[in-house]
């Protein structure tokens, strides 16, 4: 089973993690957090890796419908959204929302999962 959405792109890391963060917003998505995977391994364990951040994007209208429907739904909130080197590019990859629906098989979640897949999907295209 594939969970992701991912792009390929060729700019580098600061200028496409600015990008990413304008696509997402564009779709009604904000950062709620920030993890830094390279800064935080180097600090605790020294160990060195290409750059590595996650966004934990939230679409507040969404996340709502999504806890409306199941109460247990924020284990898969927010939308994490991964922007990492790899090689000479820098990819961006997006859970796939409809993975909340395969995992609590909910029909009551397809419809905010297939919205949300559709503006992840546009953030996500905007960037190519």
């Known amino acids: 089973m594939s969970y992701d959405r991912t792009v390929s792109l060729t700019g580098d ?17 904000g950062v709620l957090t920030e993890i830094d995977v390279k800064a935080t391994l180097k600090a605790k364990l020294g160990h060195d890796m290409e750059d590595y951040l996650i966004l934990g994007a939230c679409n507040p209208p969404l996340a ?3 806890i409306e429907a199941d109460r247990s739904i924020g284990l898969l909130l ?5 922007v990492r080197r790899a090689g000479d590019h820098t990819l961006v990859q997006a859970l796939d929302p409809n993975t909340m629906v ?27």
């Open 13 to 29: 890391f600061a200028t496409t993690v600015d990008a990413v963060r304008e696509a997402l917003a564009a779709q009604g998505f």
């Open 64 to 66: 709502h419908r999504a």
């Open 102 to 128: 395969t995992l609590t098989g909910l029909p009551a979640l397809e419809p905010v999962a297939q919205e949300a897949a559709a503006r992840l999907d546009a953030a996500l295209a905007s960037l190519a």
């Open 78 to 82: 927010p939308c994490n959204v991964v």
